[in-house]
Structures are given as structure tokens and as C-alpha cells.
């Protein structure tokens, strides 16, 4: 798989695809063509329940009694229905740190996240990423990524009608889905969405601050290349970090963890 933090929100892995499509033509179609299409919430929804499918089948999904799956249904299970969106979750088994959310409620986390993060500060990552779809974000990404996909022209895309991707069309639409940049000001509504999620949950909502903390140290490790390329369209994770401070200071909720640091084993429990 590729970015996403939107998700992610955080860094990116590479799926295995075979596109033959040509990535310049379809950057200039998509932004021919994306405010053509007619595109409805139940066009994302069928789009992208399609695209994540593709992707469960091309990475190593975590099965029922993987410690990861036992460890996010035992953090999500009241959460098969989350403010009106139907939600579907799932682990894949990969090196890269990454979660996201799609327009058709489906969730991924990917291990390796898992392994830095914990509890509250996963609770705070995929509130971020359900904020992206139920603000609408995700919808767009997904448009986007299908007229990309399709190689779609001004002229087709006005005829409303979103036809089926090949299986080729299919590696390439997930890629871009993944690929999606969110405005900083998504992002930062994004942020409000997962506090206010995790305060009507009554989760710990310094679980938000440290995560952010410990995106902030990822982006200066050393190999994080991809990472720093990726994050360079979200606003500061140290000024996301100060800003979760300070809303808690506001609700009298705030309670100093000390030191962030990243963890040097798997935090599996």
C-alpha cells in the first residue's frame, strides 16, 4: 500500500500492482474531469468498498485470533456503529506505520502501528480517520481516485455515469486512494473530530497529544524520508500536539504524561 493518514495520517506501504496506465494522463483527466462527475455518497461508498477489497486481498490481513485482530476488537468493538457510519475493521500484517478510513466505513491498521502506539493513542488515530469520512473528505479522495484510475476525460465524466474498473483500473484506484492529500484544514477538523470523539467516549484525550508527539519524533528519525514527504501537506505534528494540550487545559481534563518517547518494543497487549 501507499500514504495515507489519513488517514492517515501516517507513513506508507507499497502494494504489489501491475498498472498500465499512464500517471501523468491520469493526473490531467482527474483534474479535468473531477468536477463533472455527478458523484454521490453512494457512488464513494460502492467505489471504495470495491477498492478496499483489492487491498484485502493484496496485503496479509491478521486473522481472528492474531493477537493484533484480538487487540483492536477488544478497542472497537462497541464501535461497529460510530455517529451513524457502519464500521468494519481489520489488521494488516505489514512493516510500514500506517491507518485509514474509507468512504464505506472500512478501517485498516496496520501492525506495525500498533507496535508504537498505545491503547488511547489508537483510540485518537482512527477517530481521526472515521473524522476524514464523516466530514467527507474520504468522498472526494475517492472521486479523485477514480477518475484517475479510469483515465477519465472532461467529456465522459459529465455523462454522471461511474463505470466498472478493471482489475488493473482497480491496483491503480486503491494506489490513489492511498496516495490522497487532504487540505490542512481537513486535517486540523479532522483533529477536533477524533478529540471530540474520544471525550464522548470518555477515553483519555491525551491519548491524541502523545500520538501526535510520536509522529512528530517519527518525522525526524533518520528513515524517514517517505514519512517527512507524505506529512508535508498536514499542518505541524508538534503544533497538532500543542493544540490537543491545550483544548484539554480548556475541559480541565489535561494530565502531563512526562516524556514521549518511542517505544523500542512491540506494544502488544
Not at 483510540?123 to 479510469?150: F, M, T
Not at 479532522?190 to 478529540?195: E, I, L, P, R, V
Request: glycine share 6%; net charge positive.
Amino acid at each position: 500500500m501507499k500514504k495515507i493518514l489519513s488517514t492517515v495520517f501516517l507513513v506508507a506501504a507499497t502494494l504489489s500492482v501491475s498498472a498500465q496506465i499512464n500517471l501523468g494522463k491520469m493526473t490531467k483527466a482527474a483534474s479535468k474531469g473531477v468536477s463533472a462527475l455527478s458523484f454521490s455518497n453512494a457512488d464513494a461508498q460502492k467505489l471504495a468498498k470495491e477498492g478496499v477489497a483489492y487491498m484485502d486481498t493484496h496485503n496479509k490481513v491478521a486473522g481472528a485470533k492474531d493477537p493484533y485482530s484480538i487487540r483492536l476488537k477488544k478497542l472497537f468493538a462497541k464501535h461497529q456503529n460510530e455517529d451513524g457510519l457502519p464500521l468494519n475493521y481489520k489488521v494488516y500484517l505489514v512493516s510500514d506505520i500506517n491507518a485509514f478510513a474509507c468512504a464505506d466505513g472500512s478501517v485498516r491498521v496496520f501492525s506495525s502501528l500498533m507496535d508504537i502506539m498505545t491503547d488511547d493513542e489508537l483510540l485518537a488515530i482512527i477517530g481521526h480517520e472515521i473524522g476524514h469520512v464523516k466530514n467527507e473528505d474520504s468522498k472526494d479522495a475517492v472521486k479523485s481516485a477514480y477518475l484517475r484510475a479510469a483515465a477519465m476525460d472532461a467529456a465522459s465524466a459529465s455523462s454522471g455515469k461511474i463505470e466498472a474498473l478493471s482489475q488493473s483500473q482497480l491496483g491503480e484506484f486503491a494506489n490513489s486512494i492511498l496516495d490522497a492529500k487532504h487540505s490542512k484544514k481537513q486535517e486540523s477538523q479532522a483533529d477536533d473530530y477524533s478529540y471530540d470523539f474520544m471525550k464522548k467516549h470518555g477515553y483519555n484525550v491525551v491519548g491524541a497529544y502523545t500520538a501526535f508527539k510520536k509522529l512528530a519524533l517519527l518525522g525526524g528519525s533518520a528513515k524517514a524520508t517517505s514519512f517527512q514527504k507524505m506529512m508535508s501537506s498536514h499542518p505541524d505534528s508538534e503544533k497538532r500536539a500543542q493544540n490537543i494540550k491545550k483544548r484539554a487545559e480548556k475541559d480541565g481534563v489535561w494530565k502531563d504524561p512526562g516524556e514521549v518517547t518511542l517505544p523500542t518494543t512491540k506494544l502488544k497487549k
